[in-house]
């Protein structure tokens, strides 16, 4: 079984295509389909179903897959381990990031590193913190910013650097937007627009809602943020919002205010993996940043 094989096993997998595949790889699609038949000579069991043009993963395909992915990335790391270790200031990071924090955090943190380490390359991986986590978990990633920070545990180290306060996003035209600041009790006969269930800010609102008996009217859901700002500009209801995403930018249509509730907000910081070693680079990067938020708070 070589590397090589593996590669080519997990794009086709991700494209369920050859010939995609294959163009993917910058590779004849024969190379990638002889390589695939012997793969699946040496293990001696079908990893794909041939459905006419596409390739479809059998339920051992999916398995071997899962542990492909693991094994491929861990080889990736000590290869990096390896290479960075003579010199660290010329290695990459490959770092997560959830969409809401694209905009404010990195751009400053990534400002100062470069300034230092200016031969360092970049990989970013966005998703929402559920996506990030199982990532991390998976071996795709080794360090990733997270909001809320989860607890210290076993399998990741969990570092928060600051809180950040959440605001309420109001129609330009609704009567409590010249107000200076309200309350999620003020709220309670609103229509809301707010992430899906399975993000930490449905979780934060939600639980602050139902602690003060509070039966919250959602109206819609949407994981993307310019879609929650547009419906909420259209007068379809209001929304709770990271306070980063909403400060210093002017939306049309919109007006964004604090909430006088303490308990709305959410912790940021970083997350590593205790099951893995990190590269060389990551290690450099994630003691600056550190060290970079200890120095701004």
Do not use: W
């Amino acid at each position: 079984m070589e590397l090589r094989q593996l590669k080519y096993f997990m794009e086709v997998a991700s494209f369920e295509h050859m010939t995609q595949a294959s163009e993917n790889l910058h590779v004849a699609q024969s190379a990638v389909s002889r390589q695939i038949t012997k793969l699946e000579e040496e293990l001696g069991i079908k990893l794909f179903d041939r459905v006419g043009r596409n390739m479809q993963l059998t339920t051992v395909g999916e398995d071997f897959l899962n542990q492909v992915k693991v094994a491929y990335n861990e080889l990736l790391k000590a290869e990096a381990i390896v290479t960075e270790y003579s010199d660290p200031t010329k290695g990459s990071v490959r770092i997560g990031l959830p969409n809401s924090l694209a905009s404010k955090v990195l751009p400053a943190v990534i400002s100062a590193f470069r300034a230092e380490y200016p031969d360092v390359t970049y990989h970013f991986v966005e998703g929402s913190n559920a996506e990030l986590k199982q990532l991390l978990l998976d071996g795709e990633i080794d360090i990733t910013f997270l909001s809320p920070v989860p607890v210290t545990d076993d399998s990741v180290e969990a570092v928060k650097f600051f809180d950040e306060k959440l605001k309420v996003i109001f129609p330009a035209t609704h009567p409590l937007a010249d107000r200076y600041n309200v309350s999620l009790e003020e709220l309670a006969a609103e229509k809301f627009i707010l992430y899906p269930p399975n993000f930490d800010l449905f979780k934060i609102v939600t639980t602050a809602a139902e602690k003060k008996a509070i039966s919250l009217d959602i109206a819609f859901q949407s994981q993307d943020f310019y879609t929650i700002q547009g419906l909420v500009g259209a007068g379809l209801g209001i929304s709770i919002l990271p306070e980063m995403i909403l400060d210093g930018t002017i939306f049309k249509d919109t007006k964004a205010l604090p909430l006088r509730n303490k308990e709305l907000r959410r912790s940021v910081g970083l997350v590593v993996t205790k099951k893995r070693q990190l590269s060389p680079t990551e290690k450099l990067f994630y003691q600056f940043i550190k060290k970079f938020f200890l120095n701004h708070q």
